[in-house]
């Protein structure tokens, strides 16, 4: 699982994965800022728990955090169970399209989730970011 910037909560809804976090009837998981890489990288992965999920991923592609006139294109993969049900592109570096995707996404109980990014360029110091985030119905 990678690493992620959660909140322990004892308002547990449903069982929660590692990087899912529910307080009360919403959830959220946050990948932190990670460093554009060309190799295929986690930013989210965690299961859903008893109940059905809607929420809102959203994408954002590295930017350089001296620099934001600097940035990568980026692809985004979403998979539910192991099937890819999207697939989201950012530019940040041309700036041709948008630097940042947003994608409404059901989520039903037991699900596991994976997102994952790459980039066209190995860059330190550009960086990515995703959150999700929902309610639990």
Wanted: glycine residues 8%; without cysteine.
């Amino acid at each position: 699982m990678p690493e992620g910037v959660g909140y322990a909560s004892t308002n547990v809804v449903a069982a929660a994965g590692l990087d899912l976090n529910y307080v009360e009837d919403r959830v959220f998981a946050y990948s932190g800022l990670q460093a554009a890489t060309t190799a295929v990288k986690t930013y989210l992965e965690f299961q859903t728990g008893a109940k059905t999920i809607v929420g809102t991923l959203q994408v954002n592609g590295p930017v350089d955090d001296d620099d934001p006139t600097v940035g990568a294109a980026s692809a985004s993969e979403v998979l539910l169970n192991g099937v890819k049900i999207a697939l989201l592109k950012t530019d940040s570096d041309q700036e041709d399209m948008p630097a940042s995707n947003t994608m409404k996404v059901v989520l039903p109980p037991y699900t596991n989730f994976l997102a994952t990014m790459v980039d066209n360029a190995n860059q330190g110091d550009r960086y990515g970011s995703m959150s999700f985030t929902g309610k639990v119905i």
